[in-house]
């Protein structure tokens, strides 16, 4: 079991928007905004596309986007590509131990 | 760039010690602003965090109550790398093995740098 909750897949088809929701407590995702979101591709290790909430590392697009409200983070990727089709991972910050919890992840397929 | 390199064996024999090493190149394990850390991905645990190591003037540890009475992260200035070890294995330790860069972006801090992962399985 997870500590941060994420719908198990989500779909779209070529250049729609998905939302990818992660729900988690006020001693993780409300504590801190040190939220991130990772790309991880079968048989890859994941990749940082979202840091601080809402920050895109350098060679991210911005059709990646994410928010945060009370407790839970979401993850938009507009236009989407074949290549998107991945599973999508949350974590955050805690105040307690573990000292970083992820979600469970989210399949996104491509139509 | 930063990159990590992995090493250590893929199979364990249970009640026996797992070791992984992770080697730093393009950063130093003994920055005064990252966290080195070792995290591990099952199907049925997900994605764990496991436990970090750091240096800020001295050397600090943390790790996750879930395996603290089983684990040690050391460093190693000299190699520039730092590696985790894990006794007593079960088959409930079998995963993906990553080690990780924490380091603290502009705004957020942040898993930027994962090494390319180690399968290891615990069976006799």
């Known amino acids: 079991q997870s500590a941060l909750t994420q719908p198990a897949s989500v779909s779209g088809s070529p250049g729609q928007s998905v939302t990818i929701s992660c729900t988690g407590t006020s001693g993780d995702v409300g504590a801190y905004n040190h939220v991130s979101w990772y790309r991880q591709h079968p048989g890859e290790a994941p990749r940082l596309i979202i840091y601080?909430?809402?920050k895109r590392p350098s060679g991210i697009p911005n059709r990646f986007s994410a928010s945060k409200s009370a407790n839970t983070a979401s993850l938009t990727i507009s236009g989407l590509q074949a290549e998107d089709e991945a599973d999508y991972y949350c974590?955050?910050?805690?105040?307690?131990?573990?000292?970083?919890?992820f979600g469970g992840g989210t399949t996104l397929t491509v139509l | 760039q930063v990159q990590l390199q992995q090493s250590g064996p893929g199979l364990v024999k249970p009640s026996q010690t797992l070791s992984v090493t992770c080697a730093i190149s393009g950063d130093s394990v003994s920055s005064l602003t990252a966290a080195w850390n070792w995290i591990r991905q099952s199907p049925s645990r997900g994605l764990e965090w496991l436990g970090r190591?750091?240096?800020?003037?001295?050397?600090?540890?943390d790790y996750a109550v879930s395996v603290k009475s089983r684990i040690t992260i050391n460093s190693d200035t000299s190699k520039n790398q730092f590696s985790l070890q894990l006794n007593s294995v079960t088959p409930e330790d079998t995963a993906v093995y990553y080690c990780a860069r924490a380091e603290m972006l502009v705004g957020g801090y942040a898993f930027d740098i994962w090494g390319q992962g180690t399968m290891v399985t615990v069976s006799s």
């Open positions: 190591t750091y240096y800020r003037s001295k050397w600090g540890n």
């Open positions: 601080g909430v809402t």
């Open positions: 974590s955050s910050l805690t105040t307690s131990s573990p000292l970083w919890v």
